[in-house]
Nanobody, 115 residues
Framework: QAHFVESGGGLVQPGGSLRLSCTCSSWYFSQTSMGWYRQAPGTERERVASITGNSTTNYKDSVKGRFTISRDNAKNTVWLQMNSLKPEDTAVYYC?????????WGRGTQVTVSM
């Protein structure tokens, strides 16, 4: 079963930027769609971005033009560059498979956007 380790979160002011990183232990990483998800208090977890093995990307409408997902298959790593952050982006961010998430989630990384 794959394991996911997220990092890079923090406290940032509105309009600021953060870059999240995730390493995945899957042997099939290079062939697998990966995604970034987030969960704010009292809400369901939602997918915000995904990237296929050959780097085709897809974004939730509310983050289009602000977030960029990328990957390095040689390093089993996927990133999420987040710019122009808004308070409503505050959440715990997780990475997982992009199409059908594994039931084994990492701990996530907290992103807080506040003055």
């Amino acid at each position: 079963q794959a394991h996911f380790v997220e990092s890079g979160g923090g406290l940032v002011q509105p309009g600021g930027s953060l870059r999240l990183s995730c390493t995945c232990s899957s042997w099939y990483f290079s062939q697998t769609s990966m995604g970034w998800y987030r969960q704010a208090p009292g809400t369901e977890r939602e997918r915000v971005a995904s990237i296929t093995g050959n780097s085709t990307t897809n974004y939730k409408d509310s983050v289009k033009g602000r977030f960029t997902i990328s990957r390095d298959n040689a390093k089993n790593t996927v990133w999420l560059q987040m710019n122009s952050l808004k308070p409503e982006d505050t959440a715990v961010y997780y990475c997982n498979y992009g199409q059908v998430p594994s039931t084994s989630w990492g701990r996530g990384t907290q992103v807080t956007v506040s003055m």
